[in-house]
T-cell receptor
């Protein structure tokens, strides 16, 4: 069965420092992977997604993620954190349902704090 | 476009009361979903719909019912609320493309059952 594990429920960085949020997945088929961001009191917004092709995926707000099949990982990075990046981040894998439909399986989330 | 909207934004219920959460989308999406978000557990799928008039159970459907009478609306009902249903509820929608589809989320409904 497909699943997602996010390592670290809370990550704290200084403004300007590297952001690294870890995601490992389990999938019996080639995975489609997503990162979503949730700002306080808001819904989820797509940061980026990997389907096929280039393994380094660039998203919005300077974030990127690299799909590594050998490590079953899809870690999210940003070279320089900004105060506005403080939010909760969710990694997800798309799972095929019967009838050709799909659903997302989410990790537990990582809350990112950015300090001045 | 308003995207995905949810009403109400907040609600407090007493145990045993019933209520309906409304989700509306103006993107002509075929697929719609209801999730609940609990601390440390991410989002879990309650029910979903792949088109008008069709619904299906997700991972945690017990205690909830849904209806999709119009393509743009997806209703989530709680017939007899329990404290375990205290959560934040999110609706989402997507195009009927296979596993690469992005889901678009509403702002959420915070429900407290006392």
């Amino acid at each position: 069965a497909q699943s997602v594990t996010q390592l670290g429920s809370h990550v704290s960085v200084s403004e300007g420092a590297l952001v690294l949020l870890r995601c490992n997945y389990s999938s019996s088929v080639p995975p489609y992977l997503f990162w979503y961001v949730q700002y306080p009191n808001q819904g989820l917004q797509l940061l980026l997604k990997y389907t096929t092709g280039a393994t380094l995926v660039k998203g919005i707000n300077g974030f990127e993620a690299e799909f590594k099949k050998s490590e079953t990982s899809f870690h999210l990075t940003k070279p320089s954190a900004h105060m506005s990046d403080a939010a909760e981040y969710f990694c997800a894998v798309s799972v095929a349902l019967s009838g050709g439909y799909n659903k997302l399986i989410f990790g537990a989330g990582t809350r990112l704090a950015v300090h001045p | 476009n308003a995207g995905v909207t949810q009403t109400p934004k907040f609600r407090v219920l007493k145990t045993g009361q019933s209520m309906t959460l409304l989700c509306a989308q103006d993107m002509n999406h075929e697929y719609m979903y209801w999730y609940r978000q609990d601390p440390g557990m991410g989002l879990r799928l309650i029910h979903y719909s792949v088109g008008e008039g069709t619904t299906a159970k997700g991972e945690v459907p017990d205690g909830y019912n849904v209806s999709r009478l119009k393509k743009q609306n997806f209703l989530l009902g709680l017939e007899s609320a329990a404290p375990s249903q205290t959560s934040v509820y999110f609706c989402a929608s997507s195009y009927p493309v296979l596993r690469s589809s992005e889901q678009y989320f509403g702002p959420g409904t915070r429900l407290t059952v006392t």
